[in-house]
């Protein structure tokens, strides 16, 4: 099997996190491509599994990525399944009720409205996406990020195993 990861990225911690989901594909001996969708490439992106990742900004993800999934080809890509994942910035330390609603309601959920804007499009989307935390505006992400990163991807190929 080829997974694509495709990311945006101002300051690197979404790139990492494509990075470690490569990392993964290849530990489980899948080919793997990184793209990012601010390269113009000479072919159109082509794979089995498409992940599919952005930073989340002003409570969306990035305009490029939207972009990107609207200029997919539907003939190549809409059998297949695709993979959503976001960065987003960690609670503080001592959140109120009101910091971890509007985190569930504006940030996580940029990632399920993207997943939703791209089924919208005729692609297939798997249901769960993931979110990994940044400790700060521009980062690092946290420490936990890679292992996240790798058990999602696991899962996410487990669970296209069974289907
Ligand atoms: C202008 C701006 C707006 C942001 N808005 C949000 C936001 O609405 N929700 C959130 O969780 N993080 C927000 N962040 C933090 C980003 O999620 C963080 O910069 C991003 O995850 C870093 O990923 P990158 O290094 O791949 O760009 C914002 C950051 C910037 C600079």
New binding site residues.
Partial sequence: MKGIVV???????????AEAIVEQLKAEGHETELRSVRVKYPAPPQGDIMFLG???????VTRRVKKYVEKLDLGLWKDKSIVVF????ALPENPTDKQKES?EK??IA?GRRFGDLARAEGLRVVENHLWVD?K????PLVETAAETTKQFTRDILLSLKKN
Avoid: H
């Avoid at 990311?7 to 996190?17: A, E, I, M, R």
């Avoid at 976001?86 to 910035?89: A, C, D, E, G, M």
């Fill in positions: 990311y945006d990225t101002y300051y690197g911690n979404t790139k990492t996190v952005s930073p989340v900004r002003m409570g969306s976001t960065t987003i910035l985190r504006y940030d940029a940044v700060g505006m521009k980062g």
